[in-house]
């Protein structure tokens, strides 16, 4: 059903992992399917020096988020403004009609961290749109 | 390892080379149509009404009152809408389980838009159905009471005979998908006040596409697919005479080795359920602990979503199955895990593991060992386990 692209980045996820200190940070969640993404950038000279992500979710989910980071690894904020689902979905050689929300996942992920990076810096991005809030399935903190 | 590991019995099952060889015949020399007048066709209605004889005798029944449809879900279909119809001078109503296969619920849900009213009763966390709650839900206007005898995701087994008894008691015809327990569970529709049983070939390594409706002796129930006078003139249509004759033989290999092959599989079923739940920590069971099918184990792992697990099992030759909306194609969990009360993101992470005859206890240590590795993988690349880690680190200092 996922093409041989999308299998690859699935056994192989590029950029998986987390980054201490990251220049910004973008969670988000399908709330139907329940799926989490998380991308983390580390931004240098306006240029995107490192990223990793995180993913709870489907195949398409992973291989998604593998592939967004490695888009936009090494380029400028701008360029990465430029990488939407549907460049995604290209790049991995395309994705089952069921799983296209999967991609559109990436794409928030990496704007909510774009967005995070922003608001620390106190800079505006241009094209970028506030993020929806996520909501974390956080409980009470414990008292002691 | 390198042959794959079929853990998805409750899915599907092979067909025995035994079945397979008792239909050949029936496709080629045997070819005639059964309601054909001359003598070698006439042989094989005798070979269809051998076969209605093992189906009745596996659950208790007489052959007159078995009737050979296309599958579980025809045999569903036929029983409710049937009965509804046949019935519906008596009552609009209909009780049955949130926990039922869609050839049950999707089916209540068109009467439902058609003039029926039906409760679907809620099982326990176990999945049960508490026969006081049944007791209740029967009203004036019931007609038909539908809980399946076992589940084919979590495998839990209803008391089907105290339910049977509560139906019988009211007068209400009762009805049961008994799709994933024939061959497993020992059956008997007259001990268990069963009126209406359905059975489907494939999951008992019998052919697909064939099945069979148990109707007690005495229930009107409309013909459901009009034409010839086959099946009493309830159900038309020239018979699938290599699937009757492979299904008839396959439930007859069932009910002989059944009480082996059940305490076997019941075996490696408790052996993998305690070393998964003993090394894979934040796990848990589905389904209960005793009352449940002898191949069936499933398991909720926490933090992780059930497609990737499947695709990385998979890549180690192990076939299961899912209740993740992800696999669904629906975006929803499976209405089962959130019917026993799962979270959306637990029951994301489940498995299902159906054991077959051929699973061995080495196939056994190979999955826990994969499942080992896969869980802590997917964890790894988790984000949900990671603020879970980072929130234990902080309640620990
Ligand atoms: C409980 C239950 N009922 C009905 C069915 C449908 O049976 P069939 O595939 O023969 O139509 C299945 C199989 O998926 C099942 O597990
Ligand atoms: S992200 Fe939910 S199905 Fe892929």
């Known amino acids: 059903m996922y093409t041989k692209k999308v299998m690859d980045h699935f056994q192989n996820p590029r950029n998986m992992g987390e980054i201490e200190h990251a220049s910004g ?39 998604t988020s593998s592939m967004a980071t490695e888009l936009v690894k090494g380029k400028t904020v701008k360029e990465a403004m430029e990488v939407t689902n549907k460049a995604v979905m290209e790049a991995l050689d395309g994705l089952p009609r069921a799983k ?45 | 390892m390198n042959k794959k590991i079929y853990l998805d019995h409750a899915a599907t099952t092979p067909t025995k080379i035994e079945v397979v060889e008792a239909m050949l015949p029936y496709f080629t020399e045997k070819f005639g149509n059964p309601s054909s007048i001359y003598e070698f066709s006439g042989q094989n209605k005798e070979a269809i009404e051998e076969s209605r004889e093992l189906v009745a005798k596996a659950i208790g029944a007489n052959e007159r009152e078995i009737f050979f449809t296309s599958g579980g879900t025809e045999s569903d279909n036929w029983a409710i809408l049937g009965i509804a119809e046949s019935y519906k001078t008596k009552g609009n ?43 209740e839900a029967i009203k004036e206007t019931t007609i038909l009471i539908s809980i399946m005898l076992a589940n084919n995701e979590i495998g839990t087994v209803q008391p089907i005979e105290e339910l049977g008894t509560i139906a019988k008691a009211a007068g209400v015809l009762f009805h049961t998908d008994a799709v994933q327990g024939v061959g497993h569970v020992p059956i008997d529709v007259n001990a268990m006040h069963i009126d209406l049983l359905s059975i489907s070939g494939h999951k008992l390594y019998g052919p697909k596409g064939i099945g069979a409706l148990y109707v007690r002796k005495g229930i009107k129930l409309r013909s459901f697919i009009h034409g010839g006078g ?13 699937a009757i004759v492979g299904f008839g033989k396959a ?26 739940l003993e090394k894979i920590p934040h796990c848990r069971l589905n389904g209960h602990r005793d009352f449940r099918l002898p191949n069936n184990a499933n398991f909720s792992f926490e ?90 680190a902080k309640i620990e200092r």
């Not at chain 2, 296969?101 to 039906?118: Q, R, S």
């Not at chain 2, 009493?232 to 290599?242: A, D, L, Q, W, Y």
């Not at chain 2, 002989?256 to 305690?274: F, G, H, K, V």
């Not at chain 2, 890549?315 to 992800?326: E, F, Y």
């Open chain 1, 25 to 63: 940070v973008g969670t988000v969640g399908n709330a139907k399917c329940g799926d989490i993404m998380r991308i983390y950038l580390d931004i240098e000279d306006d240029i995107i020096k490192d990223v990793k992500f995180k993913t709870f979710g489907c195949g398409a989910a992973v291989a």
């Open chain 1, 100 to 144: 296209v929300h999967c991609s559109l996942l990436a794409e928030e992920a990496l704007q909510a961290a774009l967005w995070d990076y922003a608001k620390k810096n106190g800079i505006v991005i241009e094209g970028l749109e506030e993020p929806k809030p996520f909501e974390e399935h956080e409980e009470e903190e414990e008292e002691f």
């Open chain 2, 93 to 135: 109503h209909i009780i049955t389980t949130t926990i039922e296969h869609h050839a049950v619920l999707h089916t209540c849900e068109y009467l439902e838009k058609n003039g029926y009213e039906v409760t679907y009763l809620k099982v326990d966390k176990d999945g049960r159905v508490n026969p006081n709650d049944l007791k």
């Open chain 2, 230 to 242: 086959q099946e009493k003139k309830r159900r038309g249509g020239t018979e699938n005479v290599p």
């Open chain 2, 251 to 276: 439930i007859e290999l069932a009910i002989t080795s059944m009480e082996a092959e059940s305490n076997r599989q019941a075996d490696l079923r408790d052996y993998l359920i305690e070393q998964v």
């Open chain 2, 303 to 392: 933090f992780i979503e059930g497609e990737s697990l499947l695709i990385m099992l998979d890549m180690k030759d192990i076939c299961a199955s899912s209740g993740s909306a992800c696999t669904s194609g629906s975006l929803d969990p499976s209405h089962v895990l959130l019917g026993i009360g799962l979270p959306h993101e637990i029951a994301h992470g489940s498995l299902r593991i159906s054991l077959g005859e051929q699973n061995t206890k080495e196939e056994m240590d190979y999955l826990i060992e994969s499942l080992m590795v896969i869980v802590a993988r997917l964890r790894e690349m988790s984000p949900l386990y990671e603020d879970y880690m980072k929130k234990q």
